[in-house]
């Protein structure tokens, strides 16, 4: 028998592994649709309006909140958002402490201090008004509070005995959706992993869509938050595991983004595309709660970890190539989205699902350039590929159902062409 070349050899065992661990991910796939058959999903009362956070406010007060931990960033803090509600809550003799040292993508030990500062203030409440940063170290102090035990040991599948403190969001981009989701993410202050706590008594008591508290987000946050929305619910309706609920909720959030992020991008003012943003968010979120995510978000992740992207523009950045990825799995699913939500053109309810497929791509590569989204990743090392294709790789198998699934080589191929868009960007810049 001849001797295999070095490269046949690689391919092969790249199929012997991935058939290994398709077996093994298409497994998981299974047991999470029933999981999440059988698992109660909580959904927080929703206000939606320019008055919404006051009604938050008023549902606080009427459950018996008489100090409240309010969770906040220090952007936002300087901005002076929380004022709209803690003017409000002075007015009706609520007491309050701000804790404002929430980071982007927080850490273990900024949860840990938010936790300190809210036992000792004896907060009997926690408001989370933030982006999902904000809303999801809100989540772990509330759970740390309530369960008497630190955020560390919360992380995994349902690890909290009982509920948490009282937990109220409002939410400050349209982004995550993380007020309605049983996740929370913290990341490993070493290694900048991100480690996630899941159970359904994360999920917010209630949550106020106030499109004047985002009325401020700048443009580039906007873009990228906004396309956190789409991708959540792409992901969540192209996944094995959709339902006719998710799939409701997947068609209002990719309609919602694809007819209000340009005007939210463009004229941050626009009250009416503010709201839709944050409905399409919140829906977003209601969707990938169930139907679960896949290789945009496990990659994107990992982009975070290693060269500090945004959440939002790394799963924007990788969003075309998981499309691509998917569009033969999925030209059914998305040719149907496309005609649910009103992407196809006249001239075209004859075409091929294929065709309509591709138009819907099409249409989602035009919006990442509507709202300008910055394709390149800085410092990228093609000498990370491997283990970040390996952690990606498996962040998909142990937690999502996707449609599609791809060899580490395939992962290590989209970062490849990730990296020499970003290197043809930064010559064409010098
Ligand atoms: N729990 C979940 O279900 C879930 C889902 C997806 C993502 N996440 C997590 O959420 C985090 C990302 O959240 P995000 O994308 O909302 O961003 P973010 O909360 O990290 O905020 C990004 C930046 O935007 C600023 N900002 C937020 N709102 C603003 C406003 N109205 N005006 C001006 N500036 C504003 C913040 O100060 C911050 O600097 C990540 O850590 C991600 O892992 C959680
Ligand atoms: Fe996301």
């Known amino acids: 028998m001849p001797s295999q070349s070095p490269i046949a050899k690689i391919m092969h065992n790249d199929t012997l592994q991935h058939a290994s661990y398709l077996a093994v991910a298409k497994t998981r796939a299974k047991v999470l649709k029933v999981f999440s058959m059988v698992i109660p999903m909580p959904r927080p009362l929703l206000f939606v309006g320019e008055q919404s ?97 630190t955020p560390q040991k919360l992380i995994g599948l349902f690890k ?42 994360m999920v917010s008591l209630a949550a106020a869509i106030d499109p004047t508290i985002m009325q401020g987000m700048p443009p580039h946050i906007t873009a990228d938050t906004g396309i956190d929305v789409l991708t959540h619910a792409l992901e969540a309706w192209m996944s094995v595991n959709a339902g006719a609920e998710t799939d409701y909720y997947a068609a209002s959030a990719t309609k919602g983004v694809m007819e209000n992020l340009p005007t939210a991008f463009k004229d941050g003012k626009d009250i009416k595309a503010r709201e839709q943003m944050g409905i399409a968010a919140h829906y977003g979120g209601i969707a990938f709660n169930k139907a679960g995510l896949g290789y945009v978000h496990a990659i994107a992740h990992q982009l975070g970890a290693y060269y500090h992207i945004p959440h939002g523009r790394a799963n924007a950045i990788v969003l075309p190539y998981v499309l691509d990825l998917n569009r033969k799995s999925s030209e059914k699913r998305l040719a149907k989205l496309a005609k649910k939500i009103g992407l196809v053109e006249k001239g075209q309810v004859n075409n091929s699902d294929g065709e309509i497929a591709d138009h819907l791509i099409a249409k989602v590569r035009e919006l990442l350039t509507t709202v300008n989204i910055d394709p390149t990743v800085k410092g990228m090392q093609e000498s990370d590929f491997d283990a970040i294709a390996k952690a990606a790789a498996k962040e998909v198998s142990d937690t999502y159902a996707v449609p599609t699934y791809m060899p580490a080589s395939g992962i290590k191929e989209i970062l490849t062409k990730i990296k020499a868009a970003s290197d043809e960007k930064a010559a064409s810049a010098a």
Do not use: W
Not at 88 to 114: K, M, Q, R, S
């Open 53 to 149: 956070c006051h009604e938050l406010c008023d549902m606080m007060i009427n459950e018996g909140a008489s100090k409240v931990f309010i969770v906040t960033d220090e952007v936002l803090n300087k901005l002076g958002i929380p004022a709209k509600v803690t003017d409000y809550l002075a007015a009706n003799n609520i007491d309050y402490h701000i804790y404002d040292g929430i980071t982007p993508d927080p850490t273990f030990t900024v949860v840990e201090e938010g936790l300190r500062q809210s036992k000792d203030a004896n907060c009997d409440a926690v408001l989370a008004i933030g982006g999902g940063s904000v809303i999801d170290a809100a989540k772990m102090i509330a759970m740390s509070q309530g369960n008497n035990t």
């Open 160 to 201: 909290a005995r009982k509920l948490g403190t009282p937990l109220y969001c409002i939410p400050t981009t349209a982004g995550t959706g993380s007020e309605a989701t049983i996740g929370a993410v913290v990341s490993n202050d070493k290694t900048h992993q991100k480690e996630i706590a899941i159970d359904p008594k």
